[in-house]
């Protein structure tokens, strides 16, 4: 344990938080994600959902200002009539550490997937809301 560092964030976890450069990218991915088959790294983060571990890791991780958006979401698939609550959770989360602009950005998601494959980490979680994926590009310290 450290202070001031959440305990939802394992060791593997902060290790990858740490390592990533600027403009590195990490996926917290939903239950339903294909993380395994698409990860460069995985961390397993079961039985957590998605905004709980944004409230942890936001504090100490820097969105990237450089770019227009830094947060993107697995748009839902035309017709599929999924609503998205989860979405107005997560702007509430990243309002409070990201200032500026509208932050999110919605992707296809065979496009999105592609872009995970991408990501420095993909982190996979317990969260079980429909299209709660979502991409974190990671900013400097300023």
Not at 35 to 52: F, M, N, T, Y
Not at 89 to 94: A, D, L, P, Q
Request: aromatic letters at 10%.
């Amino acid at each position: 344990m450290l202070k001031g560092i959440s305990s939802l964030i394992s060791p593997d976890l902060i290790k990858v938080l740490m390592e990533m450069g600027h403009s590195d990218e990490i996926v917290f991915a939903d239950a339903n994600f294909p993380a395994a088959s698409h990860a460069q790294r995985l961390i397993r983060c079961d039985g957590h959902g998605i905004p709980e571990l944004l409230e942890a890791v936001l504090p100490l991780f820097p969105l990237d200002v450089y770019v227009d958006q830094p947060v993107t979401l697995m748009a839902v698939i035309p017709g599929d009539g999924v609503k998205t609550p989860i979405w107005n959770e997560y702007r509430k989360i990243v309002e409070q550490y990201h200032s500026g602009g509208e932050a999110f950005e919605e992707m296809e998601r065979f496009a999105f997937y592609e872009r995970a494959k991408q990501a420095y980490a993909i982190v996979t979680t317990g969260e079980k809301a429909l299209y709660a994926n979502v991409i974190l590009k990671k900013g400097v310290i300023i």
